[in-house]
C-alpha cells in the first residue's frame, strides 16, 4: 500500500495522510518495562516508511530522549529529505533545574539543540510547544521560537493540547512573529472537547489540526470490553492513568456504534475510528501510534475504508458534543 500526502495545513510541505507517533519509543509503562526498545522501534518506523509515510513525530520528553534518539539512529541510514520530522518542547527534562522545564528563552534554545543532536539532523520540519508557559510571558518564547525559523533550526512552529484556550493560539498569531501553522490537540470519537472552540479558531486562523490519540490510546480498536480485564500487555493493562480516562460507560456506548458501523464495511474498529478522522474536513493528519507493526499495518489500511455520509454522520452523533 501507499500512503497518499496532503499539505501540512497552509504550509507549502506535503505529509502523509496518516503520521507516525513515536511517544512508546523507550518509555517506561507503571511496571517498569519498556514499551517499545529499540530494535522494534526501527521496525516500527520501516514499516511505516515502506507504506510511504514521511511524517514523524516525536517530543524532547518521549522515552527521556530515547525516542529522538533512536529515530536519530534510523534516519541516519536513510535520506533525512524524505521525512517531516516534529517534535516539542515543554515538560521537565531535568528534574532538579528550575529552568530545566518550560517555554524560557533559555529552556527552549537549550532543548532545540540537544533534539537536533539526537536526532542527527540541522533542523526540524516542525516544533511544537507541548504546552503553553504562563510562567514565561507570550512575547518571549514566540520571539525566541521566531528565531529559530528566521535561524533554519525550525521550519513551521506549531502548538499542542491547548483546547479550551483557543483564545491563546490566536494571541500568540496576531504578534509579529512567525505564527503556529499547526496545532495538535487530542481528538478522536470519544474525545470530543476541541469542536466547540478550538476547530473553528483552527479553520479561522489557517491552522492545521494534527490530532494524537486518534484511537483513544487504544480504547477505539475494540479490544477492550465493559465487564473484562484490560488484555494482557495492552495500554489498559498496564497504565492506570488510561483505564481511568477511557474504561468509561460513556465510551463504550460510543464504541458500539463504530462495532456496528465496521461490521456494515467490513473494516475494524480501529480502521473505522481513523477513516472518521481521515474523513473529517478539519483534519489534517492523525498521529496514528501503534506497539507491533501489525497494528501499525492494521492502521494504515484506514486509508482506503470509505465511509457513507450516513455512516459518518452516525459516528459524529454518537456522542452528543
Ligand atoms: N501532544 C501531546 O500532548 C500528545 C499526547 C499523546 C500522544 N501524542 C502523539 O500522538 C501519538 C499517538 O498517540 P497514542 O499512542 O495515544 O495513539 P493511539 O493511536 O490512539 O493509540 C495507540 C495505541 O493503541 C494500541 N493500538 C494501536 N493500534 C492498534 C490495533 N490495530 N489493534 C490493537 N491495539 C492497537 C496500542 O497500544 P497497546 O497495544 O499497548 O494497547 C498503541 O500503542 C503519540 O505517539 C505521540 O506522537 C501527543
Same mark, same amino acid.
Given at each position: 500500500?501507499?500512503?497518499?500526502?496532503?499539505?501540512?495545513?497552509?504550509?507549502?510541505?506535503?505529509?502523509?495522510?496518516?503520521?507516525?507517533?513515536?511517544?512508546?519509543?523507550?518509555?517506561?509503562?507503571?511496571?517498569?518495562?519498556?514499551?517499545?526498545?529499540?530494535?522494534?522501534?526501527?521496525?516500527?518506523?520501516?514499516?511505516?516508511?515502506?507504506?510511504?509515510?514521511?511524517? !514523524?513525530? *516525536?517530543?524532547?520528553?518521549?522515552?527521556?530522549?530515547?525516542? #529522538?534518539?533512536? !529515530?536519530?539512529?534510523?534516519?541516519?541510514?536513510?535520506?533525512?529529505?524524505?521525512?517531516?520530522?516534529?517534535?516539542?518542547? $515543554?515538560?521537565?527534562?531535568?528534574?532538579?533545574?528550575?529552568?530545566?522545564?518550560?517555554?524560557?528563552? /533559555?529552556?527552549?534554545?537549550?532543548?532545540?539543540?540537544?533534539?537536533?543532536?539526537?536526532?542527527?539532523?540541522?533542523?526540524?520540519?516542525?516544533?511544537?510547544?507541548?504546552?503553553?508557559?504562563?510562567?514565561?510571558?507570550?512575547?518571549?518564547?514566540?520571539? *525566541?521560537?521566531?528565531?529559530?525559523?528566521?535561524?533554519? /533550526?525550525?521550519?513551521?512552529?506549531?502548538?499542542? *493540547?491547548? #483546547?479550551?484556550?483557543?483564545? /491563546?493560539?490566536?494571541?500568540?498569531?496576531?504578534?509579529?512573529?512567525?505564527?503556529?501553522?499547526? +496545532?495538535?490537540?487530542? $481528538?478522536?470519537?470519544?474525545?470530543?472537547?476541541?469542536?466547540?472552540?478550538?476547530?473553528?479558531?483552527?479553520?479561522? $486562523?489557517?491552522?492545521?489540526?494534527?490530532?494524537?490519540?486518534?484511537?483513544?490510546?487504544?480504547?477505539?480498536?475494540?479490544?477492550?470490553?465493559?465487564?473484562?480485564?484490560?488484555?494482557?500487555?495492552?495500554?489498559?493493562?498496564?497504565?492506570?492513568?488510561?483505564?481511568?480516562? $477511557?474504561?468509561?460507560?460513556?465510551?463504550?456506548?460510543?464504541?458500539?456504534?463504530?462495532?456496528?458501523?465496521?461490521?456494515?464495511?467490513?473494516?475494524?474498529?480501529?480502521?473505522?475510528?481513523? +477513516?472518521?478522522?481521515?474523513?473529517?474536513?478539519?483534519?489534517?493528519?492523525? !498521529?496514528?501510534?501503534?506497539?507491533?507493526?501489525?497494528?501499525?499495518?492494521?492502521?494504515?489500511?484506514?486509508?482506503? !475504508? #470509505?465511509?457513507?455520509?450516513?455512516?459518518?454522520?452516525?459516528?459524529?452523533?454518537? /456522542?452528543?458534543?
Amino acid at each position: 500500500m501507499e500512503l497518499e500526502t496532503v499539505s501540512l495545513g497552509a504550509t507549502g510541505t506535503r505529509v502523509s495522510e496518516l503520521a507516525f507517533g513515536t511517544w512508546r519509543f523507550g518509555h517506561e509503562n507503571d511496571d517498569g518495562e519498556v514499551e517499545i526498545g529499540e530494535e522494534r522501534a526501527h521496525e516500527l518506523l520501516d514499516a511505516y516508511a515502506d507504506a510511504g509515510g514521511n511524517f !514523524i513525530d *516525536t517530543a524532547d520528553m518521549y522515552g527521556d530522549g530515547d525516542s #529522538e534518539r533512536f !529515530i536519530g539512529n534510523w534516519l541516519a541510514d536513510r535520506d533525512r529529505e524524505d521525512f517531516v520530522v516534529a517534535s516539542k518542547i $515543554y515538560w521537565p527534562t531535568r528534574p532538579d533545574d528550575p529552568n530545566g522545564r518550560g517555554l524560557s528563552r /533559555k529552556h527552549l534554545r537549550r532543548q532545540v539543540d540537544r533534539i537536533l543532536d539526537r536526532l542527527g539532523t540541522d533542523y526540524l520540519d516542525l516544533l511544537y510547544v507541548h504546552r503553553w508557559d504562563d510562567d514565561t510571558p507570550a512575547d518571549e518564547f514566540m520571539r *525566541t521560537l521566531d528565531g529559530f525559523v528566521r535561524d533554519g /533550526k525550525v521550519n513551521y512552529l506549531g502548538t499542542s *493540547t491547548l #483546547e479550551p484556550n483557543a483564545w /491563546k493560539v490566536v494571541k500568540a498569531n496576531e504578534m509579529e512573529y512567525e505564527p503556529f501553522r499547526l +496545532a495538535q490537540p487530542r $481528538y478522536n470519537l470519544v474525545n470530543r472537547e476541541v469542536e466547540p472552540n478550538y476547530l473553528p479558531m483552527c479553520d479561522d $486562523y489557517d491552522v492545521g489540526v494534527v490530532p494524537w490519540s486518534p484511537l483513544a490510546g487504544g480504547f477505539l480498536t475494540g479490544k477492550y470490553s465493559r465487564d473484562e480485564e484490560p488484555p494482557a500487555g495492552s495500554r489498559g493493562a498496564t497504565d492506570q492513568q488510561f483505564r481511568d480516562s $477511557y474504561l468509561t460507560d460513556e465510551n463504550f456506548d460510543v464504541l458500539e456504534t463504530v462495532e456496528a458501523v465496521a461490521d456494515e464495511v467490513g473494516a475494524s474498529t480501529a480502521q473505522v475510528s481513523l +477513516a472518521w478522522l481521515l474523513e473529517h474536513d478539519a483534519v489534517t493528519a492523525p !498521529i496514528v501510534g501503534a506497539r507491533t507493526v501489525d497494528q501499525l499495518e492494521e492502521n494504515l489500511e484506514a486509508t482506503r !475504508i #470509505e465511509l457513507s455520509d450516513e455512516q459518518f454522520a452516525r459516528l459524529t452523533d454518537a /456522542k452528543s458534543v
